[in-house]
């Protein structure tokens, strides 16, 4: 099936010769039960990365030298793109960020949200008009909405990123949503890729879901989640709202979805070859399944590892010592009711991930707070916890 071993890369025959047969054995009989071959994820991200590269190439054509976003070049993010998905693989779904740049004409302005509860989690995008009419090389053919004459105000009255995109000064998650989408599906013909899949939108308020079918009945779905990048660090603003939080469509709300990519990105170059990490990932998710703890938490948990334990200590032959100590650490998490964030106050970060200056020193966010804010929570926690 889809799940079996995948010898040129996955075979615990290419395995040192110290291992226990016994122990061996085991990891063959966990493999097949969890299945844990990880999907044909690569060629997959792949084709999803050229598709992407198509559909914004088509786009730039489209609007160049008008008053929507800019859209940069897509970053791939989440599980699929880390190399572990836990789902099955038809269940996959590859997520990618689009990052928004102003157009000519307009600057974005981010500002800590002080409509939610927790402001350091969310911010609003305030759009603001800049003059394009003075300047070294003012621009003769891009209209300056500052100080339009009046013909030209008559005859671009409606044309402007802050009548379409915007709910009052603040960029709309859900219109620029609805916007791509429309743009995907009057698109989708002159993109390459439309002469080997079919494309179906498939209905969804703050993001571009897309459902890609090969005429053999095998089907991809991509997630297109818009962005605007924090200065130059590696942290956005995203407009995918969390399972247990939908704020208002103008609110968008901080991700380290690109970070964490590139922190698996760099692990997997600095471990040993066959490292087992995202087999551990897999397993662990799995393990987990009705456990009630998100997968955030566990992938949270993981990273913390991956910087305590030498990466030496993650060769194949340790999978089941390895996951043995994520279940303890998230079981001392929840007896403490407290999982530290990775990417505050972390004095282990890899340099190459960049983080706004204020995270050096910021005191971390608890992932398990709402344990902390409620005893009854914590003991339900620990009780499925333990049934495992």
Same mark, same amino acid.
């Given at each position: 099936?889809?799940?079996? *071993?995948?010898?040129?890369?996955?075979?615990?025959?290419?395995?040192? #010769?110290?291992?226990?047969?016994?122990?061996?054995?085991?990891?063959?009989?966990?493999?097949?039960?969890?299945?844990?071959?990880?999907?044909?994820?690569?060629?997959?991200?792949?084709?999803?990365?050229? *598709?992407?590269?198509?559909?914004?190439?088509?786009?730039?054509?489209?609007?160049?030298?008008?008053?929507?976003?800019?859209?940069? &070049?897509?970053?791939?993010?989440?599980?699929?793109?880390?190399?572990?998905?836990?789902?099955?693989?038809?269940?996959?779904?590859?997520?990618?960020?689009? &990052?928004?740049?102003?157009?000519?004409?307009?600057?974005?302005?981010?500002?800590?949200?002080?409509?939610?509860?927790?402001?350091?989690? /969310?911010?609003?995008?305030?759009?603001?008009?800049?003059?394009?009419?003075?300047? #070294?090389?003012?621009?003769?053919?891009?209209?300056?909405?500052?100080?339009?004459?009046?013909?030209?105000?008559?005859?671009?009255?409606?044309?402007? *990123?802050?009548?379409?995109?915007?709910?009052?000064?603040?960029?709309?998650?859900?219109?620029?949503?609805?916007?791509?989408?429309?743009?995907?599906?009057?698109?989708?013909?002159?993109?390459?890729?439309?002469?080997?899949?079919?494309?179906?939108?498939?209905?969804?308020?703050?993001? $571009?879901?897309?459902?890609?079918?090969?005429?053999?009945?095998?089907?991809?779905?991509? #997630?297109?989640?818009?962005?605007?990048?924090?200065?130059? /660090?590696?942290?956005?603003?995203?407009?995918?709202?969390?399972?247990?939080?939908?704020?208002?469509?103008?609110?968008?709300?901080?991700?380290?979805?690109?970070?964490?990519?590139?922190?698996?990105?760099?692990?997997?170059?600095?471990?040993?070859?066959?490292?087992?990490?995202?087999?551990?990932?897999?397993?662990?998710?799995?393990?987990?399944?009705?456990?009630?703890?998100?997968?955030?938490?566990?992938?949270?948990?993981?990273?913390?590892?991956?910087?305590?334990?030498?990466?030496?200590?993650?060769?194949?032959?340790?999978?089941?010592?390895?996951?043995?100590?994520?279940?303890?650490?998230?079981? $001392?998490?929840?007896?403490?009711?407290?999982?530290?964030?990775?990417?505050?106050?972390?004095?282990?970060?890899?340099?190459?991930?960049?983080?706004?200056?204020?995270?050096?020193?910021?005191?971390?966010?608890?992932?398990?707070?709402?344990?902390?804010?409620?005893?009854?929570?914590?003991?339900?926690?620990?009780?499925?916890?333990?049934?495992?």
């Amino acid at each position: 099936g889809i799940y079996e *071993l995948d010898n040129s890369r996955d075979s615990e025959s290419e395995e040192s #010769e110290e291992e226990n047969p016994a122990e061996k054995n085991m990891m063959w009989i966990i493999s097949r039960r969890f299945q844990l071959s990880v999907p044909k994820l690569a060629s997959r991200t792949r084709v999803v990365q050229e *598709l992407l590269t198509d559909l914004l190439q088509v786009s730039h054509g489209l609007f160049s030298d008008s008053f929507f976003p800019v859209l940069e &070049p897509a970053i791939g993010v989440g599980s699929a793109f880390e190399g572990w998905s836990p789902h099955k693989e038809e269940d996959v779904v590859y997520c990618m960020f689009v &990052p928004l740049k102003p157009p000519h004409g307009y600057a974005f302005h981010l500002e800590p949200d002080t409509l939610q509860e927790m402001p350091q989690t /969310s911010m609003r995008i305030r759009v603001e008009l800049v003059c394009t009419c003075t300047g #070294e090389q003012p621009d003769q053919n891009m209209l300056c909405f500052l100080h339009p004459s009046e013909e030209e105000l008559n005859r671009n009255q409606v044309a402007s *990123l802050l009548h379409t995109l915007c709910t009052g000064p603040y960029l709309d998650g859900e219109k620029v949503a609805l916007w791509f989408q429309t743009f995907v599906i009057s698109a989708w013909s002159a993109v390459p890729q439309s002469h080997r899949y079919s494309m179906k939108v498939i209905p969804s308020c703050r993001s $571009c879901k897309m459902k890609l079918m090969k005429a053999s009945g095998r089907s991809l779905f991509v #997630e297109l989640v818009f962005s605007v990048q924090q200065g130059d /660090s590696d942290i956005f603003l995203s407009s995918q709202p969390t399972e247990d939080q939908l704020p208002p469509s103008t609110t968008w709300l901080v991700s380290y979805a690109v970070a964490e990519a590139k922190f698996f990105r760099h692990v997997s170059m600095q471990a040993p070859p066959q490292s087992c990490h995202l087999k551990c990932l897999r397993l662990s998710a799995r393990l987990l399944e009705g456990s009630g703890l998100s997968s955030y938490a566990l992938k949270t948990t993981v990273m913390h590892l991956l910087t305590l334990i030498p990466l030496s200590e993650w060769q194949h032959r340790y999978l089941l010592m390895r996951v043995d100590d994520v279940m303890h650490y998230l079981r $001392c998490c929840l007896e403490e009711k407290r999982l530290k964030h990775f990417f505050f106050g972390n004095e282990d970060m890899p340099e190459e991930i960049s983080l706004p200056a204020a995270f050096q020193g910021a005191q971390p966010l608890n992932l398990f707070q709402h344990l902390a804010q409620d005893p009854a929570a914590q003991t339900e926690a620990l009780r499925k916890f333990d049934k495992l």
